[in-house]
């Protein structure tokens, strides 16, 4: 297997791979030169950014925005994103329809082995982010590997999310717990 299918495929890999370090070269670009852009290119702005996410339809992101390769990341219909997001996409992260992102929000997949040997091999790993629909995570809030968040979740503000939730759920806390349930039959 080569490094890229390696990590795509959750399994240890060398970020130092060439093929690896060009197509974050090639993100590191995108990102850039749309972050760089005034609100006069705003259509430049948004073409470069639809090439860093897959996005169905209406992709809103106001720079800066930095991930890692671009090429891990789907997003439904209108997703959201306000300043200074980050995604860190060395596996999928899947993102639902009519979400949200306050500014500042981060999103790691990548991941580090906690055993120290393993850790200086200079390999690393990444696990699947999974945000449901209509979801609104709270700006200064991380989203850390591995992390399934169902439809209808609320994230709070500077929450640090280290586990899975279902839907219907207001969430908030370092590390991020239940605050409430929500009934999203009155709305």
């Known amino acids: 297997m080569t490094e890229k299918e390696k990590m795509l495929a959750g ?3 060398k970020p130092s791979d060439p093929e690896l370090e060009a197509a974050r070269y090639r993100a590191r670009m995108l990102f850039q030169k749309a972050n760089a852009l ?3 290119s705003k259509a430049e702005r948004d073409t470069l950014f639809n090439q860093l996410i897959d ?5 809103r992101i106001e720079p800066p925005f930095q991930c890692d390769y671009g090429f891990n990341i789907k997003a439904g219909k ?3 994103m306000n300043y200074g997001c980050c995604i860190l996409d060395v596996a999928q992260v899947s993102i639902g329809d009519n ?6 929000v981060q999103l790691y997949s990548a991941t580090h082995p906690i055993e120290a040997n393993s850790r200086n091999s200079g390999k690393e790993l990444g696990k699947p982010i999974s945000i ?4 609104w995570v709270g700006g200064n809030s991380t989203i ?3 992390v399934t968040l169902g439809d209808n979740v609320v994230v709070g503000a500077g929450s640090v999310v280290t586990k899975s939730f279902p839907d219907d759920v207001v969430i908030a806390g370092n590390p991020a717990k239940i605050i409430k349930t929500i009934n999203n039959s009155k709305s």
């Open 78 to 80: 209108n997703f959201f």
């Open 55 to 59: 996005a169905e339809d209406n992709l």
């Open 38 to 40: 005034t609100e006069e």
């Open 99 to 104: 979400v949200m992102f306050a500014p500042n």
């Open 144 to 146: 850390c590997p591995g």
């Open 132 to 135: 449901g629909n209509n979801v």
């Open 11 to 13: 399994l240890m890999y």
